[in-house]
């Protein structure tokens, strides 16, 4: 079975901070994506990579930058936390250019105070 | 602009009975596909049915069916014979073209349905 594994479940962090989201796959996907989930926006794409240190802005990258060092491992980063940063991330990952299904993580439930 | 739309944010539907969750898209590639996800309280995301763009059939799993409209850009998911444990939230999904060539796969806004017993 494939697994995308997120580093945390529930994390809090002050505003000002620097915050790592980590997520890994374990199924060798080129492909590997960051959302955020809110109530009533459904979710939005933050970024997304294709390849090895390649990375693509989604629709709400502000605030938020990436790193794909390995195959297998996507950070998302918020370089400076602020509480409307709070909210559901979650991690998907998927085989071929042409995706026909992702599997996701099992989120990140971000409090930023 | 929105390029997947949910405009049902909630339904609910009679145990046994179907239901249909609506969803359109806007993309002007011709090479696209749709997928629909369900989220249930535990979080989860869980893959239900996908459609390709050039696919000729609509494509069903067990349940499931996409009803898919190309000319109307909608892709609807049709759930039969509703169970209790089809309670959850539906989300509605599109990639674009290729995703090493400036393709996306986003999401709409999601549909909470509620069965009844």
């Known amino acids: 079975d494939v697994k995308v594994t997120q580093s945390s479940r529930y994390l809090v962090k002050r505003t000002g901070e620097k915050v790592f989201l980590e997520c890994v796959q374990d199924?060798?996907?080129?492909?590997m994506f960051w959302y955020r989930q809110d109530p009533g926006l459904g979710l939005r794409l933050i970024y997304f990579?294709?390849?090895?240190?390649?990375?693509e802005k989604g629709d709400i990258p502000e605030g938020y930058s990436v790193s794909r060092e390995k195959k297998e491992r996507f950070s998302l980063i918020l370089e400076s936390a602020s509480t409307n940063q709070t909210s559901m991330y979650l991690c998907?990952?998927?085989?071929?250019?042409?995706?026909?299904?992702?599997?996701f993580g099992q989120g990140t439930r971000l409090t930023v105070v | 602009a929105q390029k997947i739309t949910q405009t049902q944010p909630g339904m609910f539907v009679q145990e046994k009975e179907a239901v249909t969750l609506d969803c359109t898209y806007d993309t002007s590639d011709p090479s696209y596909g749709l997928f629909w996800y369900k989220q249930p309280s535990s979080g989860e995301m869980i893959f239900l049915i996908y459609?390709?763009?050039?696919?000729?059939q609509n494509a069903t799993e067990g349940r499931y069916s996409l009803n898919f409209q190309k000319a109307r850009k909608s892709a609807n998911l049709v759930i039969s014979a509703s169970q209790l444990g089809d309670s959850a939230m539906y989300f509605c999904?599109?990639?674009?073209?290729?995703?090493?060539?400036?393709?996306?796969?986003?999401f709409g806004q999601g549909t909470e349905l509620s069965v009844k017993p």
């Open positions: 990579s294709y390849d090895v240190k390649m990375k």
């Open positions: 199924m060798d996907h080129e492909n």
């Open positions: 999904a599109m990639r674009e073209g290729r995703i090493n060539q400036g393709g996306k796969l986003i």
């Open positions: 459609q390709g763009s050039y696919d000729q």
């Open positions: 998907a990952s998927s085989l071929s250019p042409r995706v026909t299904e992702a599997f």
